[in-house]
């Protein structure tokens, strides 16, 4: 996370989808908050979303997160959120959500891997993506795919376990 808030040159003031235990920012909403039905204030900040996947959640949850960090940053009460899902470019939430209105995407190369319980650590099965949303100063037309889509290779000792 450090690596991030200095690559992009962010604070992250609300983690949209946490426990107190895993939470990457000093305020989270909670799975009893309901992520979904809560505004997301973000106190100037930016918000980091890493919603549930596979049995947590799949594709029909992701998407409602998806749409929910672009809602949010829509009514203004998010200027960034920073987004981590599978790189799945198949599917409809990536052509029809995150295509014409994320500001930047970012292909991670390599595996992200997770920490889960008590010293139990998995590779996820899937490659991931950090997705931008943002409030832009004006309305610019949809980007091209070739000036929107990055490659973001993560230093190895600036990897951590994501809890």
Known sequence: MEWIENKFNVNFTLDACATHENTKAFSYISESDDALTSHW???GGAVWLNPPVGLDGGGEKQRAFVKKAIVEVK???AKQVFCL???????ALFHDDIMPN?????FIRSRIYYKRGEGHIMCAPFPAMLVVFEQLEKSVPLQSLLTKCFSLTIPIDARRWIE
Request: cysteine-free; aromatic content about 16%; proline content about 6%.
């Open 85 to 91: 899902i599978p790189a799945r470019t198949d599917t």
């Open 75 to 77: 009514a203004g009460r």
């Open 102 to 106: 994320a500001s930047a995407i970012f």
């Open 41 to 43: 204030f973000s106190y």
